[in-house]
T-cell receptor
Framework: GAGVSQSPSNKVTEKGKDVELRCDPISGHTALYWYRQSLGQGLEFLIYFQGNSAPDKSGLPSDRFSAERTGGSVSTLTIQRTQQEDSAVYLC???????????FGPGTRLTVL | AQKITQTQPGMFVQEKEAVTLDCTYDTSDPSYGLFWYKQPSSGEMIFLIYQGSYDQQNATEGRYSLNFQKARKSANLVISASQLGDSAMYFCAMRVSNFGNEKLTFGTGTRLTIIP
């Protein structure tokens, strides 16, 4: 079946602009995660959704970052007023249930000029 | 706090040889899961193998096996008969339940290069 998909695959933006990153999880997966991978910080957790609720937003680095999930499916990660330090690969993962294996999408490479 | 340590930033291995990638972890929680993911140059994280803290036997998946030594808090990945396509970054990760949030904590990774 189809895996996790993310769009766009690459995004180049100017400092100060807003960006939206999209994640389509595997059909039927109730849990959805966003991670960020950067050279300096490695792989770090951002936010977790169970259904449409986000019980843990502890990894979001600032209030410029927000995320939502609708219909228990698609999720959007929004970064407002982007900064150069936001440049990274943003990875989305989903799992059938919170205690199941997480399967990752191909990621969105964000470059802030 | 949970921590994963991978001490080998890079490894070079001859094709067809076996390779062991090291991973140690730290947690005070008795229930946890350990994962290995492969990240080729394309960037996608590919799930390889899982070991639960209460599993009695070491996990195996094809050419991959996990050498789980609970008392030493280590979960090394063993790849048998390495192939050129095994060249990639390998990440060890741990999942500890946190109010239902089963987030993964990752190590810094090991870059494996298979030499023909």
């Amino acid at each position: 079946g189809a895996g996790v998909s993310q769009s766009p695959s690459n995004k180049v933006t100017e400092k100060g602009k807003d960006v939206e990153l999209r994640c389509d999880p595997i059909s039927g997966h109730t849990a959805l995660y966003w991670y960020r991978q950067s050279l300096g910080q490695g792989l770090e957790f951002l936010i977790y959704f169970q259904g449409n609720s986000a019980p843990d937003k502890s990894g979001l680095p600032s209030d410029r970052f927000s995320a939502e999930r609708t219909g228990g499916s698609v999720s959007t990660l929004t970064i407002q007023r982007t900064q150069q330090e936001d440049s990274a690969v943003y990875l989305c993962a989903s799992s059938l249930a919170p205690d199941n294996t997480q399967y990752f999408g191909p990621g969105t490479r964000l470059t802030v000029l | 706090a949970q921590k994963i340590t991978q001490t080998q930033p890079g490894m070079f291995v001859q094709e067809k040889e076996a390779v062991t990638l090291d991973c140690t972890y730290d947690t005070s929680d008795p229930s946890y899961g350990l994962f290995w993911y492969k990240q080729p140059s394309s960037g996608e994280m590919i799930f390889l193998i899982y070991q639960g803290s209460y599993d009695q036997q070491n996990a195996t998946e094809g050419r991959y096996s996990l050498n789980f030594q609970k008392a030493r808090k280590s979960a090394n990945l063993v790849i048998s008969a390495s192939q050129l396509g095994d060249s990639a970054m390998y990440f060890c990760a741990m999942r500890v339940s946190n109010f239902g949030n089963e987030k993964l904590t990752f190590g810094t990774g090991t870059r494996l290069t298979i030499i023909p």
